[in-house]
T-cell receptor, first 109, second 114 residues
Framework: KNEVEQSPQNLTAQEGEFITINCSYSVGISALHWLQQHPGGGIVSLFMLSSGKKKHGRLIATINIQEKHSSLHITASHPRDSAVYICAVRWGSQGNLIFGKGTKLSVKP | DAGVIQSPRHEVTEMGQEVTLRCKPISGHDYLFWYRQTMMRGLELLIYFNNNVPIDDSGMPEDRFSAKMPNASFSTLKIQPSEPRDSAVYFC????????????FGSGTRLTVV
């Protein structure tokens, strides 16, 4: 059983729409990462958070530790936001990362 | 900084051959991770090092896989002998400190074993 679940698996949106990607996890964690993987394959770390909310440009990430849930929001989405967004949680004494399977986002012009 | 550098970008090899993937972490980063990404299983941690010492290799699928980090600026992941099911994208990542500050991935090596 995957301990990190993302939803939706696939998401298609029109340019300008507000987008939400969800991540739920089943273990106690010390931090959660949101990663972005573009069609070319490169992976970029967007956020690392352990509580509350972080914002960077049009991207907002929130986490609720009690509910074991995080969301990634994209405001005013753009075709260049099209990518796979991956949630990863850090747990355990060594801090290993466990990854979700990703959400494939496609933003149409 | 050039970021995490992996080589080669693409590798096609025949079943049974030895494959060596290379990674140069960001200078000053003390953690190095090797991941494998497949369509079926997503991203999986294979092994990680702290200050060149392997800490957890429980993700290494079998004895055919081995990883070394002879110094702070270089690591290899070797598969011998390779099998078609090893076909995947292999990523290297590095970070500063246990709390993954500056966590950065390389561009990956796409391995195809035929």
């Amino acid at each position: 059983k995957n301990e990190v679940e993302q939803s939706p698996q696939n998401l298609t949106a029109q340019e300008g729409e507000f987008i939400t990607i969800n991540c739920s996890y089943s273990v106690g964690i010390s931090a959660l990462h949101w990663l972005q993987q573009h069609p070319g394959g490169g992976i970029v770390s967007l956020f690392m958070l352990s509580s509350g909310k972080k914002k960077h440009g049009r991207l907002i990430a929130t986490i609720n530790i009690q509910e074991k849930h995080s969301s990634l929001h994209i405001t005013a989405s753009h075709p260049r936001d099209s990518a796979v967004y991956i949630c990863a949680v850090r747990w355990g004494s060594q801090g290993n990362l466990i990854f979700g399977k990703g959400t494939k986002l496609s933003v149409k012009p | 900084d050039a970021g995490v550098i992996q080589s080669p970008r693409h590798e096609v090899t025949e079943m049974g051959q030895e494959v060596t993937l290379r990674c140069k972490p960001i200078s000053g980063h003390d953690y190095l991770f090797w991941y494998r990404q497949t369509m079926m299983r997503g991203l999986e941690l294979l092994i990680y090092f702290n200050n060149n010492v392997p800490i957890d290799d429980s993700g290494m699928p079998e004895d055919r896989f081995s990883a070394k980090m002879p110094n702070a600026s270089f690591s290899t992941l070797k598969i011998q002998p390779s099998e078609p099911r090893d076909s995947a994208v292999y990523f290297c990542a590095s970070s500063l400190g246990r709390y993954y500050y500056g966590y950065t991935f390389g561009s990956g090596t796409r391995l195809t074993v035929v």
